[in-house]
């Protein structure tokens, strides 16, 4: 062993350069993975991003507009895409405690192009020529297949019907209670299963821009207490 010259201190035993060299790259490492955060989901690249077809390639002018606005269309900010005036026949069943009603607040605005009567790029002033059909028509063949919507969803429909969980206290999965994250003033709409601008709940699960997976039945074990 050299002896150490003066000033100089000997390396401890067993820290070689080589693993402290790779102690040091992998701390750097993780400082750089720690400080990149997720990219937020966006509409942009989702199943409703329609710019493909519009002259400017906006997104969000085929249902919102900043000016000229429809505002007589309630719970539609700054809407700006006709609103489908069909009435429908909607599920019913021996086993349903809950009464549907025609599809209202987001479930109409929703089916103002699923329904397959109003053509997606009807916004503004313009007439469309891009209808949806197929399985995207939801509303086509009406609604009696369909798990029904715009109906009341509160704690005594849950003890009336007995196999619903309490919305008020059960959870969402998503952080809140059902009531909070899913419903519409107790409502239960398209929305409360699809997220339209693909928030991060959707975009997550990347399925029909459902909030909930359909893994293992989770989506309707969500709320149906089976």
Request: proline share 6%; aromatic share 4%.
């Amino acid at each position: 062993m050299k002896p150490l010259r003066k000033g100089q201190r000997r390396r401890p035993a067993g820290r070689p350069r080589r693993m402290i060299t790779g102690l040091l790259l992998a701390a750097a490492i993780a400082v750089v993975l720690l400080s990149v955060q997720p990219a937020p989901a966006t509409i942009r690249g989702s199943a409703h991003d329609f710019s493909g077809v519009d002259p400017e390639q906006q997104i969000c002018i085929f249902c919102h507009t900043t000016h000229n606005a429809d505002t007589t269309v309630t719970d539609a900010p700054l809407w700006n895409h006709d609103v489908t005036t069909k009435n429908y026949q909607v599920y019913n069943s021996p086993s349903l405690d809950a009464t549907p009603g025609q599809p209202a607040g987001a479930s109409r605005l929703c089916l103002s192009c699923h329904d397959g009567t109003i053509a997606v790029d009807s916004y503004g002033d313009r007439t469309g020529v891009i209808f949806l059909g197929g399985d995207a028509a939801i509303g086509a063949d009406e609604l009696t297949n369909d798990h029904p919507v715009s109906f009341t969803y509160d704690d005594s429909l849950a003890v009336q019907d007995g196999e619903l969980f309490l919305p008020s206290s059960a959870p969402s999965g998503m952080g809140g209670t059902i009531a909070q994250d899913l419903l519409f003033n107790n409502q239960l709409e398209c929305a409360s299963c699809h997220d339209v601008h693909n928030g991060p709940a959707a975009a997550a699960v990347n399925d029909h821009l459902l909030t909930v997976t359909q893994v293992q039945s989770q989506l309707c074990l969500t709320c149906h207490n089976k």
